[in-house]
């Protein structure tokens, strides 16, 4: 399924980029480690609103298994919140307090796609038509192209 693969895709990278950020911390700058942070703060932002805007649309719509959007929803706000704390402090932080951000978000992401899916990931395989699947594969390539064109610095009108 696209959007699955998509979602994790997503989030694969910035684990990657993300462990790479926690073994290198000590040797990269400070420059060096907030491009690290941002290209794994964009693709976990992007995650979250392809589930927000997308996915959890569609479970709440059809009635059934609201749980599993509680669920999911809480381990992403928790990722939320530790990435708000983060941006809010300068990657060289004395007290070495972004650093242990960054493994406690590592952690976070492992608990997000276990719970993605065992739950999200495995509602949208049993309930979703391919009518459905059409649907979100199409609003998830406009989302993708927006978001590419935002990153260029491109407008669209």
Do not use: C
């Not at 990657?16 to 990269?28: A, G, M, P």
């Not at 959007?69 to 070495?96: N, W, Y």
């Not at 796609?113 to 059409?134: C, G, I, M």
């Not at 590419?148 to 009108?157: H, L, Q």
């Amino acid at each position: 399924m696209e959007i699955t693969s998509v979602l994790n895709s997503k989030l694969d990278f910035a684990k990657r980029v993300l462990s790479e950020l926690i073994q290198d911390y000590s040797r990269l700058d400070d420059t060096q480690r907030m491009e690290k942070s941002n290209t794994i703060m964009d693709e976990i932002n992007s995650y979250l609103q392809i589930k927000e805007n997308l996915l959890f649309p569609f479970i709440h719509e059809k009635g059934l298994h609201e749980d599993l959007i509680d669920r999911s929803a809480a381990v992403d706000r928790d990722i939320e919140r530790i990435m708000e704390l983060s941006i809010m402090m300068h990657v060289d932080e004395p007290s070495g307090e972004y650093y242990h951000n960054m493994i406690t978000l590592r952690d976070l992401l492992e608990k997000a796609k276990r719970t993605d899916a065992e739950s999200v990931f495995a509602w949208l395989r049993e309930y979703l038509s391919e009518d459905d699947q059409h649907y979100i594969a199409t609003h998830l390539k406009n989302q993708m192209r927006h978001e590419s064109v935002a990153s260029s610095g491109m407008t669209i009108y």
